[in-house]
């Protein structure tokens, strides 16, 4: 706990460092950009905010334990504070690319703000238990809510002549089917993208085989990235106009 408080004490705030610059910094800007700015220092300071809290709750809950400090217990909070720097990220061009594992192989994590004490994985392997194949969808039903916690944030913030969400795609699914059976065929994948992209809307299966790398190969294209022909096993290109 003591080193906790001396770490927050050296690393408060990010934006306390930059004050003098943000200061020189305004006049100069119009009025728009001076709004953008400002939007821009509130989030990173709400993430601060959430981020301190953090930090004190885990100081409070495990004094003893050595672990990194500032991790939130509750999944969907961790999840929504990586969303919201991610957010950030782009937002500054600090990169236009991110992958986020929301839940790794062999996941032993136990979703208590569900009520379950059972790690995911071996929910996953369910042995078709009803009770433990509707643990399994109110876990992924947590997940994709927030997954549209972040499309939401892309949503509403501002790039160029759109938002965020219209020059971003997003990829959302996982590398099997039946986690039961350990099937990587048939995936499920939820494709996110504005309408700079081209990609149409609706839902699309393509014929048994077609390798997830299609897709991968085929946003490449999308995202402007040159002089890819091929990438892992992939066969070519998807038909993205395929109803």
Not at 113 to 129: F, I, K, N, R, V
Not at 185 to 208: D, I, K
Request: charged share 25%; with cysteine; hydrophobic share 35%.
């Amino acid at each position: 706990s003591a080193e906790r408080r001396a770490q927050l004490e050296r690393q408060r705030s990010i934006l306390d460092l930059v004050a003098d610059d943000v200061k020189r910094l305004s006049p100069g800007l119009g009025s728009t950009d001076r709004a953008k700015l400002t939007e821009y220092l509130e989030s990173v300071r709400d993430i601060e905010r959430r981020i301190t809290v953090a930090e004190e709750q885990s100081g409070r809950e495990l004094p003893s334990f050595e672990r990194p400090a500032g991790i939130p217990t509750v999944f969907s909070d961790h999840v929504k504070l990586m969303f919201d720097l991610q957010v950030l990220a782009w937002q500054t061009d600090m990169t236009r690319m991110t992958t986020f594992m929301m839940g790794r192989e062999q996941n032993t994590r136990s979703y208590k703000e569900l009520g379950y004490s059972e790690a995911y994985h071996a929910l996953s392997h369910h042995q078709y238990d009803p009770a433990k194949i509707l643990k399994v969808q109110q876990i992924d039903l947590l997940h994709v809510k927030c997954l549209a916690y972040f499309i939401n944030k892309l949503r509403n913030t501002a790039d160029g002549d759109g938002t965020l969400l219209d020059h971003s795609m997003v990829v959302y699914g996982g590398a099997l089917s039946d986690g039961n059976l350990h099937l990587y065929t048939n995936l499920p994948l939820l494709l996110v993208a504005g309408g700079t992209t081209g990609f149409r809307a609706g839902h699309v299966r393509y014929p048994s085989g077609t390798p997830m790398t299609n897709l991968l190969l085929t946003m490449l294209d999308k995202a402007g990235v040159p002089h890819v022909d091929r990438l892992g096993d992939s066969t070519g290109r998807l038909d993205v106009n395929i109803a």
